[in-house]
């Protein structure tokens, strides 16, 4: 019969089960960097992380999974924690100045996807977090057109070399994205 570990043991194998995690996201990033995505081995990439092939199928299974992690991770984390949801009322200009600011901040990340032609990735796991198969059709579609209209203008702003300011970037878009303004019940 198994014997249950001490709460000391259990936070500790968390510790260590979250710092591999962290591991082979960012080994994913640095290779990313260096060679074409589809190119990057399961070896290459624990090797980089400096964990198991048996730690990596454990947390993740498949390369996409870390990419679906460090997405979806920058886009809870980074724009929802930080910023706040933009479907409700309080998404004003101000909420889309500290948007791009924080595409500025993080446009490493957004060169490395572009790079390794991962838009089409990007989106549908930002569409998934957006996203709720309980919602009416019409919220659905709502946050799917913003999500690609947002989503389109981040990638030609970066791939132009960012000319226009933040502040001139959340002016177009906070004028020309209000059409796909939530409904009051989002």
Known sequence: ??????????????????????????????????KEYDKISVTDLCRKAGVSRNAFYQNFG???????????????????????????????LEWYVKFFHTVTEYSRLFELIISCNLQHLYLGYVNDLLTDPKQDSVTRYRR?????????????????????????????CYEKLFLFKTSPNE
């Not at 390369?63 to 004003?92: A, C, E, S």
């Open 1 to 34: 019969m198994a014997q249950k570990l001490s709460k000391p043991l259990q936070d500790r194998n968390k510790e260590l089960n979250q710092l591999t995690v962290e591991s082979i996201s960012e080994a994913l990033l640095q290779l990313m960097q260096t």
């Open 62 to 92: 498949t390369l996409d999974n870390v990419f679906k992690r460090i997405v979806l991770g920058f886009n809870r984390d980074v724009i929802l924690r930080k910023l706040g949801n933009p479907f409700n009322q309080r998404t004003n």
């Open 144 to 172: 799917l057109l913003w999500n690609g209209a947002i989503q389109n203008i981040i990638i030609d702003w970066i791939e132009r070399g960012m000319p226009e300011t933040p502040e001139e970037m959340a002016e177009i």
